[in-house]
């Protein structure tokens, strides 16, 4: 059993958490909190042990939370840190706390590349990643863009990507964040996820721009493929259908949208209403001039979760990639 | 002076009529009305005559206006009609009224390109379209693209041009009209606006795809183009700085977002806080491996007001395109 502790737990942390609790070879020693919050409430009522980040042991109690111990208490129980910490705190901690206690972790994609050995998606890079001590698990958007070009590539060859990405503005549960009525875009150029792609891709010729739009429930991103071998829309159809954590939306079931894919997500009855493939929409693949495009939705909270139980295994020396994202993708209800 | 009648008094009908008021070489007859509104009233108020597209004389009488007649009436009176009725009336109205009346028309966008003789952006084909009886002025985003493209194309050759359209999902007065929260991509394999931009910009190399956001101020389109000649972004930044009707957002200005060049305006106290321009942002200019890439907004319901001007005059005869684009502008504050 691989003793897990999780550091952060907010949109990330959380779901982190409930996926390990579902891995018969893991065990979830514990999370932090900075301070009380429902989230930790209703972990403590699941008998998660709490450990503290600050030393607000009174907040806790008030709300008749006793705590395990602290962050330190948590490091040294586990294997291994999930760190879900909003940037840059990844970093901080890894100086303060992993680096110091010689504990391996686990990072998010909003902290920059250089925080870890090796950027990692289970179905690109998996076998560069056994037994790295520091892996980072991309962003969302990198995430969802790495899975489907990575199959393009390995069926067909990607001679160039270029891919316009509509982000949503801020996670549903973020009442403070804009914007209302607005389109911004973004200047970078390329915007960051091209680059990213190829801390996991290594060298694949992706170029991305980005908006941002008023929006809470997915990411969209429209894809434009160049690919070294011609390939009809069945045979690309058939390349995502059989392409793991990739799901093809069928024509006419009335999951034309973001919005329908998550009211989609519900009644499936997945944990949280999540979605953790990336959704390709059959409808809108299509060829033009040998330029393969097509429109996919990325669920910004839950695509990179079963990323982070494959990253745990690769940095614990776990050596089957295949099996361990079976494994993963069974637990969690992704077929 | 050129007689004009305005058959729709919608959002594009009520502000040509404010641009025909504006000319000094065209007289404002009339406008039709379906039923009572209260555009109708405020155009009752500037003495512009109405006239009854249906039998409904009571329901206008009913709120104080004295129609000048019918539909028949207002045509009969005028050299030129103004269609701004929502497809597909136009092509109804023009069976029905202009042709057996031997009428010339302008049509909007939202009509299919045989509805007329040519489709039309003053900057691009304007001399094509001199004397033609039935022009179609193209949709706000089919104008935007152009206008851009037009000038990269004659200033360097465009081999091929992408882009991605950004959608508003509808006009900032339309209350029925979602999505509130999702994104809604387009199956539509090139998009229509692909194909609408080579009836004016003949065999232009141009696809697109769509996608429609939550928001009612502008449209957005992430361009990739590629050019035949290299073009530096300072190239660039200066041709479409001297481009008509198009207008570069610089830096630092804070208006990095399609709210805020609508903010920027009515500051500007331009006329219901319309921009005719299409908003290229400098800073989001850039070349990467020899493709161009920027982005644009256009304002929907005002980008085309200029446009519909110049096709009267083309229409009537005018023979000096550059002529009629500069006493456009000025007459409408377009610098």
């Not at 900075?34 to 607000?56: E, G, H, R, T």
């Not at 706390?97 to 925080?115: M, N």
């Not at 058939?238 to 999951?255: A, D, M, Y």
């Not at 690769?314 to 209800?333: H, P, Q, R, W």
């Amino acid at each position: 059993m691989i003793k897990i502790g999780i550091v952060g737990y907010g949109t990330i942390g959380k779901r982190v958490a409930d996926a390990v609790l579902l891995q018969d070879d893991m065990q979830l020693m514990g999370i932090t909190a900075n301070s009380f919050n429902y989230k930790i409430s209703l972990a403590y009522k699941k008998k998660i042990p709490v450990f503290n980040l600050k030393n607000n042991i009174n907040d806790f109690k008030a709300h008749g939370i006793e705590l395990a111990g602290n962050i330190n208490d948590l490091i040294k129980q586990s294997d291994i840190i999930v760190d879900c910490s909003p940037k840059p705190y990844g970093k901080e901690n890894k100086e303060r706390y992993y680096l110091p206690l010689k504990k391996k972790a686990i990072f998010q994609g909003g902290e920059k590349k250089d925080v870890a050995d090796i950027s990692f998606v289970a179905q690109c890079n998996y076998n560069d990643s056994i037994g790295k001590d520091y892996i980072r698990v991309v962003s969302c958007n990198t995430t969802g863009l790495s899975r489907t070009l990575n199959a393009l590539d390995r069926e067909f060859g990607v001679v160039r990507a270029r891919a316009t990405l509509i982000r949503r503005a801020a996670d549903p549960g973020d009442v403070k964040k804009g914007p209302l009525n607005s389109i911004i875009p973004s200047f970078e150029l390329p915007s960051h996820h091209g680059p990213d792609v190829r801390t996991v891709l290594y060298g694949m010729e992706v170029f991305t721009t980005a908006v941002v739009v008023p929006t809470t429930l997915m990411h969209m991103h429209n894809l434009n493929v160049v690919l070294k071998k011609k390939a009809e829309v069945e045979e690309v159809v058939n390349l995502f259908k059989r392409t793991e954590r990739v799901k093809v939306i069928p024509k006419n079931q009335k999951i034309d949208s973001t919005a329908q894919i998550m009211e989609y997500a519900k009644d499936l009855h997945r944990i949280r209403g999540d979605i953790m493939e990336i959704c390709v929409w059959e409808q809108g693949i299509g060829n033009y001039n040998g330029e393969l495009f097509f429109p996919q939705a990325v669920h910004q909270e839950a695509d990179v979760i079963p990323e982070n139980i494959d990253a745990i295994r690769a940095a614990m020396g776990f050596k089957d990639a295949v099996k361990s994202i079976k494994k993963t993708n069974n637990s969690l209800g992704i077929n």
